[in-house]
């Protein structure tokens, strides 16, 4: 159960989002230069940390709102919540 | 009927006007108001309540509170009986009933306890070691031990009673209310903060109920009624007897399970619910959840009778009974000795303090004097005598080291032995919280560590024992939990006096070293697990606390090893020469105690398991006798049987009726999505892979979206209603799907889009009717719109009213006849059909569902996404390289497509199959296989995707996913299915108007 | 528009007018549904100086830019749902007016106005316990120190999704809910009312409890 902090709506409960995977991972600017090993890199490849992770959610019972969120997967502590493209801030304590 | 032999007939906290009568093991007993299974129990002198786990040795009542390790009962009986209740927190109402578990045929005569003859052959790790061997063995193993084990009985019928859930925010959550939580909530309320106090007791006052101690001169029970009607007076604080809170989760939510009407029995009247789980979020969490006093490990300390000195002091003060009549206390620490002056005061033949400790403080020994109770010092119980109740004890006297025992027992007649090893912190909800616990050793105790997460410990739950201690930190952390919430100044409200009597040290005592005749020493009870147990362990090498509990199972039974998990990783320390701090806890999980299954469910049964979604024509359908069908959450009508018609000859009708004349079908579930922006034409060619740039305003089309990886995602029609105007549509599954992929993309990725999207799949009540009278019904209705082909041709759209209504008419076909789908605000919806069906009488208008929907397109061989694919499946691999831009740079899916596994020539591709016996619809789902062998595996070709029986074929047919398949027309396949094996020949996948004529026209 | 007779409402099958009582009495939750009312979705940018001004002109207010606010006027005001979204509420069958407005004075922004007033409907909710009921499926705190009249969110109730907005402090809410959910929605609420004592009311009804406790807000 987590308590998530919409950038818009302020803190909200879990059911009110959907989790979206590992943030920051950007469509290739022109997929068709790519080796499919690079390609299926994008597609597929996730870093799955222990510890901070840079993952996006979307707001999806809300205001519908995708954004980025700082996790740590040990603690489930939540160490910065921001807008889609800001850039991912230093992981905090 | 029996007397409450062991009753008082004075004092307690029992409601004497409200006599109570109730069965155990078949024979009825008396009780009072106020009572629990356990108090009145032990009031008749009932001591055997039930056999253990593994040995089903005779067990008796151990606790008074949730840490029971023994006394679990089956309570009630049909629908509504409940496993593993404890005694001791079950209250007692009229006609209560409960049975022992764990025994057959009865608790007196347990043909199970045979095992405790086998003990040697159970040892530790016994059935991991004896039952993985041969594997296939398992199952037959698995059987006698699941009759074996298990504690009690699941109810087989529908649960009859009302299960509640809810949510709930505060600023302090406090848990317990005993002294220190009701300070901390008295603290915290003052000053405005919303406040939840709960205890799981049906009574606010914790250790207070059962002790005699006094707080600013009065008794206790008196500081603890003013605190309640301060607390019940303030409008922000919310008390929650008979509620436990059992899981401490991430992000201070705290799950709580409310027994809102279990005490009152069975009843007919649900309108309050049994018991309310609540979701909590609080903003600061005050844990008071006090101390459980640990059992002493002597030999036969099971046996009936052997009581922890807290809880016998309990049934003495808040019950009024007496746990026997001649007792002895022993102790390695100062709180059996109220005790042992309690149970005096209250009748009990106190024999002898027996204390660990060579020197016990001087301050007990007038007060014991004067009750005649002698104090035996550096002696302790080494074992217990009698085998359904304890009739005996046998005492020595202890070596300094603790190491054994000197010289020869000196027994003593008594059928109550009060024990006191020592008190351990309730820690499983700090625990819960990611907390790790620290040794401390002044107490030999774990108390909490630092906190992880916005909680505070106080009282005995943090090691603090004294009244006073409880009472100061209580206060202390109620205020700082408040002004962590921004009330009030954090200044903790002044202490009461109290009468504590200053405590000396313990003397820490695991394991009484055995008396040396065979008996066995539990550390866990419920499970069965010894001091042996632990230290078989031990010399087979486990070390880590974590595998420890594993091995022998120690506190992993329902009690979660409340008195037991201290003992055993002291004992382990000891026979690893570690330190107790070096071994550490294992975790705590929730529940604390067991949820029953009906909160965890609440009000999501029945009809309200899963909403179901109605389009606005559901009526409407219903009283047409229409079948439905679930299509994800949607009801949609499936085929609309006339009397006495099966399935196959009501879709037989209704595809005859569409193809000869006129159908009508509620087409209103499909995904609908207005998209409006600049760069509305860009973002389509960005996500179909076809190609939009001379789409015109008026004209619709057909279009195919990809998943990146080249795999198909949906399709849908969608049409051009403005220079930046569009109306999508999608699958009825897709709908919330493709909605929200559109904004990931254009939130996450395409941030410049100037493009907005807006759902209104319900804003429309869409009606298809289909057939060759399909635009001369139309024309009847519809007097602005022109419907002549040259004006009005296939995939346009226009604007107009029908039957008077405003519509918006889409020339498109999923059937392969002349087709429109005419979109009205979906209040109009019936008004529409109903209007369609008087009008279209004439033409035999015919109602058709989702079956005959299927086969239409099916012999047209339209795919339906999710049918045909599976999230592996190419345009290409269905033959639809048409739709796939080769001029567009990019579109989602493009790069995937190029991959060299998507060019394979042994894909698996659409085909069509006719089956060669013409009655012999094949199974959906059914393989296709490259030869036939007696039995699997057989090398797989592909399988069956959509199958139906033609109408107008007159034939079945088939779509298939096939290796190779596009290359394999005219060959025959086998087909396999449940044993059986069809033979079919590999067609194109298009069955009926090939040309479309018939669409276009 | 077809005779309002012709038209139905996403509840009408549950008969809640032949339920209606003209005084609730002691029932701790009131309900009812109200019907036809005006729903038109504005998406566009506030930061956007002729967005801003086409969207106060066509509306005579400026659409809320405080999250989960609500604004304007009695009888037509808009919900804050997004940064970009507001849904704009009003008298029955006044959506063609409001859209036909907002499309005139917002052309040549990239703005989009689309009418969504048949997809859902509204559930009004009133009562001792109006919030004890709310709290049972949504984990939104209404608490009055955390929300309020003028206050609107989306979330869940159970498995549906709605927006709520409260109106005033008796406290009266509204929950809209896609047309498809509300029969789920309703069936949902009525159940967990038991407790509390329910009565549905029509919506003259509605409106009179409303007026009696507060003459401003929102209608
Ligand atoms: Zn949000």
């Known amino acids: 159960m987590h308590l998530i902090a919409c950038p818009w709506c302020g803190p909200r409960d879990e059911v009110e989002y959907a989790y979206g995977g590992e943030g920051h991972i950007a469509r290739p600017a022109r997929p068709e230069a790519l080796s499919d090993g690079a390609y ?53 304590p | 009927m029996t007397d409450q032999r062991f009753r008082n007939a004075a004092g307690g906290r029992i409601d004497r006007s409200r006599p109570l009568t109730f069965q155990f093991n078949g024979r009825r007993y008396d009780g009072f108001g106020g009572d629990t299974l356990a108090s009145a129990l032990l009031a008749n002198g009932v001591r055997l309540v039930g056999r253990s786990f593994k040995y089903h040795r005779p067990r008796g009542i151990v606790a008074a509170g949730s840490e029971e390790s023994n006394a679990l009962v089956q309570l009630g009986t049909g629908a509504r009986t409940e496993p593993n209740v404890r005694a001791t927190q079950a209250e007692m109402h009229d006609e209560l009933s409960a049975a022992s578990v764990n025994c057959w045929p009865s608790v007196e005569v347990d ?3 045979i095992n405790s003859a086998l003990a040697a052959f159970l040892p530790a790790g016994f059935y991991y070691k004896t039952f993985m061997w041969p594997p296939r063995a398992w199952r037959f193993y698995e059987w006698f031990i699941r009759r074996a084990a298990g ?24 848990v317990g209310a005993g002294p220190a939580g009701l300070a901390a909530a008295l603290a915290a309320g003052r000053v405005g903060a919303r406040v939840i106090l709960a205890d799981e007791s049906s009574e606010f006052g914790g250790s207070l109920l059962g002790e005699a101690a006094t707080i600013a001169a009065a008794p206790a029970l008196d500081w603890v009624a003013g605190a309640m009607a301060e607390l019940a007076a303030l409008p922000e604080v919310r008390l929650l007897p008979r509620t436990t809170v059992f899981g401490y989760y991430d992000h201070n939510h705290l799950g709580l399970i409310e027994r809102v009407t279990d005490h009152l029995g069975p009843r007919t009247d649900t309108t309050l619910p049994r018991q309310r789980l609540w979701k909590v979020l609080a903003r600061q969490v005050v844990l008071a959840t006090g101390a459980i006093e640990r059992p002493l490990v002597f030999d036969d300390n099971d046996r009936p009778g ?56 001087d301050a007990w020994r007038e007060p014991l004097r004067v009750r005649g109770i002698d104090l035996a010092a550096g002696r302790t119980v080494a074992a217990a005598l009698g085998r359904k109740r304890v009739e005996g004890a046998e005492v020595y006297e202890l070596a300094a080291d603790g190491s054994r025992l000197i010289g020869a027992a000196r027994c003593y007649d008594c059928d109550l032995i009060a024990v006191s090893g020592g008190w351990s912190p309730t820690l499983h909800l700090f625990s819960q919280s990611g907390g790790r616990p620290r040794f401390d050793a002044g107490i030999a105790a774990f108390v909490p560590g630092e906190s992880r997460q916005a909680e505070r410990s106080v009282g005995a739950a943090r090691g603090t024992f004294s009244l006073a201690g409880c009472l100061a930190e209580g206060f202390a952390g109620g205020a700082a939990a408040a002004l962590a919430c921004g009330f009030g100044d954090g200044v903790a409200p002044p202490v009461p006096a109290t009468g504590d009597t200053p405590a000396g040290p313990l003397r820490p005592l695991w394991r009484v070293p055995t008396a040396g005749h065979g008996g066995k020493a539990f550390v866990d009870a419920q499970n069965d697990v010894t001091a042996d147990d632990v230290e078989l362990a031990a010399r087979e090498g486990y070390r880590s606390v974590e595998h420890l509990k594993r091995y022998t199972t120690t506190g992993m039974g329902t009690d979660q090893g409340k008195t037991s998990n201290v003992n055993a990783l002291a004992i382990l320390a000891d026979l690893t020469n570690a330190t107790i701090a070096e071994v550490g806890t294992t975790t705590f999980r929730p529940p604390y105690t067991p949820v029953t299954y009906g909160a965890l469910a609440g009000r999501s049964v029945g009809d309200r398991f899963d909403p179901v979604r109605m389009t606005g024509l559901h009526q409407w359908h219903e009283a047409a006798g229409a079948l439905f069908e679930d299509v994800g959450q949607w009801k949609r009508p499936w085929y609309y049987p006339r009397r006495g018609e099966t399935l196959h000859q009501a879709v037989a009708r209704e595809c005859g009726a569409v193809r000869a004349s006129l159908g009508i079908v509620d087409a209103s579930t499909l995904g609908k999505i207005d998209i409006q922006g600049p760069d509305a034409l860009k973002l389509l060619n960005l996500v179909y892979t076809n190609a939009w740039d001379n789409l015109e305003v008026g004209r619709c089309r057909y279009g195919l979206m990809l998943k990146e990886d080249g795999m198909v995602f949906d399709d849908g029609v969608t049409a051009r209603l403005g220079p930046n105007h569009y109306h999508m549509t999608t699958t009825t599954g897709g709908a919330a799907r493709v909605m929200g992929w559109l904004e990931e993309w254009v939130q996450c990725e395409w941030l410049d889009m100037r493009v907005h999207f807006t759902s209104t799949t319900t804003h429309w009540t869409v009606v298809a009717i289909a057939g060759p009278n399909a635009r001369r019904l139309l024309a009847e209705l519809c007097p602005d719109i022109d419907l002549e082909s040259a004006a009005f041709p296939f995939m346009a759209w226009r604007d107009g009213t029908v039957a008077g209504i405003p519509a918006r008419v889409f020339r498109v076909s999923f059937s392969g006849e002349q087709s429109y789908e005419i979109n009205v605000p979906s209040s109009c919806g019936v008004a529409l059909w109903q209007v369609l069906m ?49 001029k567009k740079t990019d579109f989602i899916g ?14 698996k591709q659409l085909v069509g199959l006719l089956p060669e016996n013409s009655k012999d619809t094949l199974q959906e789902g059914a393989q ?32 298939a996913l096939l290796m190779g398949g596009r290359a394999r027309h005219g060959q025959t396949v086998a087909v396999s299915s449940y044993g059986t094996t069809s033979w079919a020949k590999v067609v194109p996948p298009i069955f009926w108007d090939k040309e479309g004529e018939r669409l276009r026209g | 528009m077809v005779e309002p007779y012709l038209r139905q409402s996403p509840l009408d099958h549950l008969s809640l007018d032949a339920r209606a009582v003209g005084d609730p009495g002691g029932a701790g939750v009131v309900a009812g549904e109200r ?8 998406r566009g940018d506030p930061a956007d100086p002729a967005f801003a001004a086409g969207a106060k002109t066509a509306l005579g207010f400026a659409p809320p830019v405080a999250p989960n606010t609500v604004d304007g006027k009695r009888d037509r005001y808009a919900l804050w749902l997004g940064p970009d979204e507001w849904l704009v509420v009003g008298a029955p069958d006044t959506q063609d007016k409001t859209v036909a407005a907002l499309r005139a004075a917002l052309a040549g922004c990239h703005a989009a106005v689309t009418d969504v007033s048949e997809g859902r409907t509204i559930i009004r909710l009133t009562g001792a316990h109006a919030r004890d009921v709310i709290a049972k499926g949504c984990p939104i705190d209404l608490h009055p120190r955390a929300f309020g009249p003028g206050r609107c969110a989306q979330s869940r109730y159970a498995r549906a999704l709605v927006i709520l907005h409260q109106l005033d402090e008796a406290p009266t809410f509204d929950l809209h809910v896609d047309r498809s959910f509300a029969d789920y929605l309703w069936r949902v609420i009525e159940d967990a009312s038991l407790e509390y004592g329910f009565a549905v009311v029509a919506e003259p009804v509605m409106a009179a409890l409303k007026r009696r406790r507060t003459p401003q807000g929102q209608d």
């Open chain 1, 40 to 92: 299926a890199d994008y597609l597929f490849m996730r870093r799955n940390p222990k510890g901070v992770h840079a993952e996006r959610w979307v707001h999806a019972a809300g205001c519908r709102r995708w954004f980025n969120v700082l996790r740590d997967t040990v603690s489930h502590r939540i160490l910065a919540v921001y807008k889609m493209g800001e850039p991912r801030p230093e992981a905090g």
């Open chain 2, 111 to 113: 043909v199970g306890a």
């Open chain 2, 151 to 174: 504690l009690g009985r699941a109810p087989t019928e529908p649960d009859p009673d009302r299960y509640e859930k809810t949510y709930a925010h505060c600023d302090v959550a406090v």
């Open chain 2, 306 to 361: 052997v009581m922890l000195a807290s809880a016998a002091r309990t049934y003495a003060n808040r019950w009024a009974v007496r746990a026997g009549d001649r007792a002895i206390v022993v102790t390695n620490n100062d709180s059996a000795y109220p005790a042992a002056l309690d149970l005096s005061e209250a009748g009990v033949n106190v024999q002898a303090v027996i204390d660990a400790r060579e020197t016990p403080p």
């Open chain 2, 838 to 886: 008087t009008a279209g009488a004439k033409y035999d208008i015919t109602p058709y569902g989702t079956e005959t929907m299927h086969v239409l397109r099916a012999e047209k061989g339209f795919v339906i996404v999710g049918q045909e694919t599976d999230g592996t499946t190419t345009p290409q691999d269905l033959g639809m390289d048409w739709i796939v831009s080769k």
């Open chain 2, 894 to 907: 493009k790069r995937g497509l190029t991959r060299a596994d998507c060019g394979r020539a042994d894909r």
């Open chain 2, 928 to 959: 296709i296989v490259a030869e036939i062998r007696p039995k699997p595996p057989m090398p797989m070709e592909g399988h069956v995707t959509s199958s139906y029986w033609s109408a107008a074929l007159g034939r079945p047919f088939a779509l």
């Open chain 3, 35 to 42: 019907r036809f009312i005006a729903k038109v979705s504005l």
